[in-house]
Nanobody, 114 residues
Framework: QVQLRESGGGLVQAGGSLRLSCAASGDIKASHMYWYRQAPGKQRQWLAT???????NYADSVKGRFTISRDNAKDTVYLQMNNLRPEDTAVYYC?????????WGQGIQVTVSS
């Protein structure tokens, strides 16, 4: 089974940037790829989608600040996060969906200090 592993998280000051990566252990060309986040005490929140056709969609809360992209040759999806805010602090997860099968990564912490 394909596994997903996020990287690139950490601590950043408000206004700063981070780029998250989600590396898959298998081919992602036929997978829709997603980024989510979950803050303490809150439900997991969808952030962005990269479709098989490489169309991108975003939640209103991150539109204009976050950019999802994918490199199918590297089986990796990215989330470029700019102008980060303290309220962006959360555990960030990537997810793949292919042929009705969903796979989640283990998550990575992003902390934005004010």
């Amino acid at each position: 089974q394909v596994q997903l592993r996020e990287s690139g998280g950490g601590l950043v000051q408000a206004g700063g940037s981070l780029r998250l990566s989600c590396a898959a252990s298998g081919d992602i060309k036929a997978s829709h790829m997603y980024w989510y986040r979950q803050a303490p005490g809150k439900q997991r929140q969808w952030l962005a989608t990269s479709t098989v056709g490489e169309l991108a969609n975003y939640a209103d809360s991150v539109k204009g600040r976050f950019t999802i992209s994918r490199d199918n040759a590297k089986d990796t999806v990215y989330l470029q996060m700019n102008n980060l805010r303290p309220e962006d602090t959360a555990v960030y997860y990537c997810r793949s969906l292919s042929s009705g099968t969903t796979i989640w990564g283990q998550g990575i912490q992003v902390t934005v200090s004010s």
